[in-house]
């Protein structure tokens, strides 16, 4: 038993279904937590898992609960999960700490990348990633989602990246450090609530046998890290671009007249902009995560194929 196997409370069905090399698809908790509202978060929580079902794979949504790493929740859990007040952010750095302690965390892409890879899961849906933040040239607030990508063995299906980020140094940092970035089914690198960021993604992927294949190819040589395949929201929930944009400019500057920084920020920023375009763009939030939950389990079902 490897040392790392103590901490985990693997869910029996992913147990058994990660024993067959089955497909599992990882979600992650910080959504949950910290980035989306009571009760929507627990209506899209559990649609994700669903979701996943429906398309041939078996969901581990990993959260910590009182210092135990949870791979799988139950739905008692997810509910307690989604209504708590003070659940820890918890990203790579955190992860001793809140284990130590004996907190709840709520795990970022990082923290779940690592976890997911540490129970054997390769494949993980989220809704956007963290990356570069506008401004970083002098805050340097850069999400150690990024540096995650490049070492741990997890691909993320994710709708890109938000334009509360500086998505142009965002896509430069993934390349230097040598993160595949994906779009799906086009050729432009999505932007979170709106299908199209203004930035060609590096890769296009025109279905999930060749994202399962890239990814085995990859980890076949040893390249470790991760990869992102971009998903663009369905355009029938797309918030269209002037709202957001607009939306996302005031709320970057509230954040700044008050001093919001840190790990406080992206949920900051995803409250204020709920707020100004009236709840549209949670409606987006939700639908993009559901669609990417589908390609998380077509592009882990196509790789438990080829093995
Ligand atoms: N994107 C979302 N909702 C979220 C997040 C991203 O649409 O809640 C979360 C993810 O867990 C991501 C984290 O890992 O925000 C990034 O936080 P930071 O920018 O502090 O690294
Ligand atoms: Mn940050």
Same mark, same amino acid.
């Given at each position: 038993m490897k040392a790392v196997e103590k901490y985990l409370d693997i869910q029996g069905e992913v147990r058994e279904a990660l024993a067959k090399g089955q497909a599992v698809v990882a979600l992650e908790s910080t959504i949950i937590s910290h980035g989306m509202p009571y009760p929507d978060n627990l209506e899209c929580a559990a649609a994700c898992e669903r979701i996943v079902r429906e398309h041939g794979a078996i969901p581990a949504t990993i959260a910590i609960l009182k210092g135990r790493v949870k791979i799988g929740l139950t739905s008692e859990d997810l509910s307690y999960l989604a209504s708590a007040k003070s659940v820890f952010k918890c990203s790579r750095r955190d992860l001793g700490y809140v284990l130590a302690r004996g907190l709840d965390g709520a795990t970022t892409v990082a923290a779940t990348m690592i976890l997911a890879a540490r129970a054997g899961i390769r494949f993980f849906a989220t809704g956007g990633v963290g990356g570069v933040h506008r401004g970083a040239e002098s805050t340097? #607030? *850069?999400? @150690?989602d990024m540096t995650e990508l490049q070492t741990t063995d997890v691909c993320v299906i994710s @709708?890109?990246?938000?334009? *509360?980020? #500086?998505i142009g140094r965002t896509l430069e940092y993934l390349e230097t450090l040598g993160v595949p970035v994906a779009a799906f089914s086009q050729n432009r690198f999505p932007a979170f609530y709106t299908p199209d960021s203004g930035f060609d993604a590096p890769l296009r992927l025109d279905s999930a046998e060749d994202a399962a294949k890239m990814m085995k190819i990859k980890w076949d040589f040893d390249l470790h890290g991760g990869a992102i395949i971009g998903n663009p929201i369905p355009k029938e929930y797309a918030v269209p671009p002037e709202k957001i944009n607009a939306a996302i400019d005031s709320a970057l500057k509230q954040a700044g007249e008050r001093g919001i920084a840190g790990k406080a920020l992206t949920p900051f920023l995803l409250d204020k902009i709920k707020e100004l375009t009236g709840g549209e763009s949670l409606e987006a939030n939700k639908h993009l995560v559901y669609n990417n939950a589908a390609l998380a389990a077509d592009i882990a079902s196509a790789f438990a194929a080829l093995k």
């Amino acid at each position: 038993m490897k040392a790392v196997e103590k901490y985990l409370d693997i869910q029996g069905e992913v147990r058994e279904a990660l024993a067959k090399g089955q497909a599992v698809v990882a979600l992650e908790s910080t959504i949950i937590s910290h980035g989306m509202p009571y009760p929507d978060n627990l209506e899209c929580a559990a649609a994700c898992e669903r979701i996943v079902r429906e398309h041939g794979a078996i969901p581990a949504t990993i959260a910590i609960l009182k210092g135990r790493v949870k791979i799988g929740l139950t739905s008692e859990d997810l509910s307690y999960l989604a209504s708590a007040k003070s659940v820890f952010k918890c990203s790579r750095r955190d992860l001793g700490y809140v284990l130590a302690r004996g907190l709840d965390g709520a795990t970022t892409v990082a923290a779940t990348m690592i976890l997911a890879a540490r129970a054997g899961i390769r494949f993980f849906a989220t809704g956007g990633v963290g990356g570069v933040h506008r401004g970083a040239e002098s805050t340097m #607030d *850069i999400s @150690a989602d990024m540096t995650e990508l490049q070492t741990t063995d997890v691909c993320v299906i994710s @709708a890109g990246v938000k334009s *509360i980020l #500086d998505i142009g140094r965002t896509l430069e940092y993934l390349e230097t450090l040598g993160v595949p970035v994906a779009a799906f089914s086009q050729n432009r690198f999505p932007a979170f609530y709106t299908p199209d960021s203004g930035f060609d993604a590096p890769l296009r992927l025109d279905s999930a046998e060749d994202a399962a294949k890239m990814m085995k190819i990859k980890w076949d040589f040893d390249l470790h890290g991760g990869a992102i395949i971009g998903n663009p929201i369905p355009k029938e929930y797309a918030v269209p671009p002037e709202k957001i944009n607009a939306a996302i400019d005031s709320a970057l500057k509230q954040a700044g007249e008050r001093g919001i920084a840190g790990k406080a920020l992206t949920p900051f920023l995803l409250d204020k902009i709920k707020e100004l375009t009236g709840g549209e763009s949670l409606e987006a939030n939700k639908h993009l995560v559901y669609n990417n939950a589908a390609l998380a389990a077509d592009i882990a079902s196509a790789f438990a194929a080829l093995k």
